[in-house]
């Protein structure tokens, strides 16, 4: 049956107007004033914003980390995503080092068939380029769809990989169209740090944060960008949190050398006083929370167009597991939980707070994503023949997160108590209502994997 949205306000990155959104199948049919389609199920959106459904580039689910697994699977990870609406998510898998890229999509493929709510592609996190690896980059590509490739110039012994190994990737990956990503602090600074304040006996959440000074993330962005420009691939950092990091960004735009860059909901609204609280394991994550100074920088940076995404990072682990550092914060698996949440704490902290406008929301929460990943216009945007995943927002209701009322699996929240204004009320992803007033009508398995196209260049 086809599906009418009437009277909302739709908003692109673009445009911003009253119109309604007929559907049919899973795509867009028509944008337009006073819509009719006999039989269709209408739907009335008025006061709601009607917005592309979020794209998050950025989520860990049922991730192998740190001695343990994070807490959301497919299942529970994708429906939360979409209790929040965010449509699509792109997780990671991790190569296992001597193993090969292939094991790994296999490995994956077994934990997440059948089990997605939401749609969702994989960065392939290589941690071990050598000349095997090399020729599986091509098939990734050209017969997977896995169009970007993860690494890790930190977690050193477990998926850092050095520069020599970068610069191979990059060139492998530029020869055949995809992008490199980097989790960008130097590996080797943290490791001393993390080792010295062991030594001394200082074992609290809050080392955690002393172990990764600013200038460890500002470093390891500095020389990623510059073998990047060496190579010419297409290049994105991923969880942006500081100033000194946006700099050198800065830096390669000024010899004319586009470096995309994400940061996370978390950077922009929580800081490093976080660390000094008991419960401070609740958000050890790498990179760490950061200065108040940073926040503002962030934020300018997204309002400039330096950092084009939000993502969340997402990557969730139950107080028993944060527990197994309780004797020392080298052993706190890293991460937190936001993936149902990213799109109303951007709302109502940006746009409700006008920090930014509600096409700059959609372009850094949606458009961006899908345009540096190569999804759009199939997703990231409400137009004519697009995916049909659209999102009704009441920019008005106000509520409270909190770990009793979230979908997420884990048992904390790491914005408790917080009060938002702006609320996600029905969720569409493909043409067919997944959430509806909180009630979810859609089935585990709905959900596809999207194949990528390569980089296209248009962002
Ligand atoms: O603390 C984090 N970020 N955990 C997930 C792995 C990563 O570095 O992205
Ligand atoms: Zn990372
Ligand atoms: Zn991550």
């Known amino acids: 049956m086809p599906l009418l949205i009437k009277n909302g306000t739709v908003v692109t990155a673009a445009d911003f107007h009253r119109a309604d959104v007929l559907i049919e199948g899973e795509h867009v049919k028509a944008i337009g004033h006073d819509l009719k389609a006999e039989g269709a199920e209408v739907i009335d959106a008025k006061g709601m914003f009607v917005l592309p459904g979020g794209i998050d580039p950025?989520?860990?689910?049922?991730?192998?980390?740190?001695?343990?697994?994070?807490?959301?699977?497919?299942?529970?990870?994708?429906?939360?995503?979409?209790?929040?609406?965010?449509?699509?998510?792109?997780?990671?898998?991790?190569?296992?080092?001597?193993?090969?890229?292939r094991h790994a999509l296999e490995t994956w493929q077994g934990r997440m068939n059948g089990n997605l709510y939401g749609d969702l592609s994989w960065?392939?996190?290589?941690?071990?380029?050598?000349?095997?690896?090399k020729k599986e980059v091509k098939e990734m590509i050209e017969q997977e769809g896995i169009t970007s490739f993860k690494t890790f110039m930190a977690y050193k012994g477990a998926l850092m990989i050095d520069d020599r190994q970068m610069v191979?990737?990059?060139?492998?990956?530029?020869?055949?169209?995809?992008?490199?990503?980097?989790?960008?602090?130097?590996?080797?600074?943290?490791?001393?740090?993390?080792?010295?304040?062991?030594?001394?006996?200082?074992?609290?959440?809050?080392?955690?944060?002393?172990?990764?000074?600013e200038i460890t993330e500002a470093e390891a962005t500095g020389r990623?960008?510059?073998?990047?420009?060496?190579?010419?691939?297409?290049?994105?950092?991923?969880?942006?949190?500081?100033?000194?990091?946006?700099?050198?960004?800065?830096?390669?735009?000024?010899?004319?050398?586009?470096?995309?860059a994400e940061t996370c909901i978390q950077y922009l609204l929580l800081d490093a006083s976080l660390y000094e609280k008991a419960d401070g394991?609740?958000?050890?994550?790498?990179?760490?929370?950061?200065?108040?100074?940073?926040?503002?920088?962030?934020?300018?940076?997204?309002?400039?167009?330096?950092?084009?995404?939000?993502?969340?990072?997402?990557?969730?682990?139950?107080?028993?597991?944060?527990?197994?550092?309780?004797?020392?914060?080298?052993?706190?698996?890293?991460?937190?939980?936001?993936?149902e949440h990213r799109m109303e704490l951007l709302f109502s902290e940006g746009v409700n707070k006008k920090?930014?406008?509600?096409?700059?929301?959609?372009?850094?929460?949606?458009?961006?994503?899908?345009?540096?990943?190569?999804?759009?216009?199939?997703?990231?945007?409400?137009?004519?023949?697009?995916?049909?995943?659209?999102?009704?927002?009441?920019?008005?209701?106000?509520?409270?997160?909190?770990?009793?009322?979230?979908?997420?699996?884990?048992?904390?929240?790491?914005?408790?108590?917080?009060?938002?204004?702006g609320k996600v009320k029905t969720v569409i992803l493909r043409g067919q209502v997944a959430v509806h007033n909180g009630e979810v009508r859609i089935k585990k398995g709905y959900g596809s994997f999207v194949k990528r196209n390569k980089v296209s260049g248009m962002l």
């Not at 960065?123 to 690896?133: E, G, L, R």
């Not at 073998?227 to 010899?255: F, K, Q, W």
């Not at 994550?285 to 939000?310: F, H, Y």
């Not at 927002?393 to 997160?401: A, G, K, M």
């Open 58 to 101: 950025h989520v860990h689910l049922d991730m192998p980390f740190m001695g343990t697994f994070s807490s959301d699977n497919y299942e529970t990870g994708t429906l939360a995503a979409l209790h929040g609406g965010t449509t699509t998510v792109i997780d990671f898998i991790l190569q296992t080092q001597g193993k090969s890229l």
């Open 123 to 133: 960065h392939m996190a290589v941690t071990d380029f050598n000349d095997d690896t």
């Open 168 to 213: 191979g990737l990059m060139n492998e990956v530029k020869a055949h169209g995809g992008i490199v990503t980097v989790h960008a602090t130097n590996g080797d600074m943290i490791d001393f740090l993390v080792q010295k304040h062991r030594a001394e006996g200082k074992l609290s959440p809050l080392y955690h944060y002393l172990s990764q000074p």
């Open 224 to 260: 990623f960008a510059d073998m990047a420009s060496y190579t010419g691939v297409p290049a994105y950092i991923v969880h942006m949190t500081c100033e000194g990091a946006l700099n050198h960004v800065r830096d390669a735009a000024r010899r004319n050398q586009r470096v995309l």
């Open 281 to 339: 394991a609740k958000w050890v994550m790498s990179p760490p929370l950061r200065e108040k100074k940073d926040q503002a920088a962030l934020w300018g940076a997204i309002d400039q167009g330096t950092v084009q995404v939000v993502a969340t990072d997402h990557c969730p682990f139950m107080m028993a597991q944060k527990a197994m550092g309780s004797a020392d914060f080298s052993k706190i698996p890293n991460g937190h939980p936001a993936i």
């Open 355 to 421: 920090r930014i406008t509600v096409n700059k929301f959609v372009e850094v929460t949606a458009t961006n994503p899908a345009k540096i990943f190569g999804m759009f216009p199939r997703k990231g945007t409400i137009g004519i023949g697009s995916d049909a995943d659209i999102i009704l927002l009441d920019p008005n209701e106000r509520h409270t997160l909190s770990a009793k009322t979230h979908h997420m699996n884990v048992d904390y929240s790491a914005y408790e108590g917080m009060e938002l204004t």
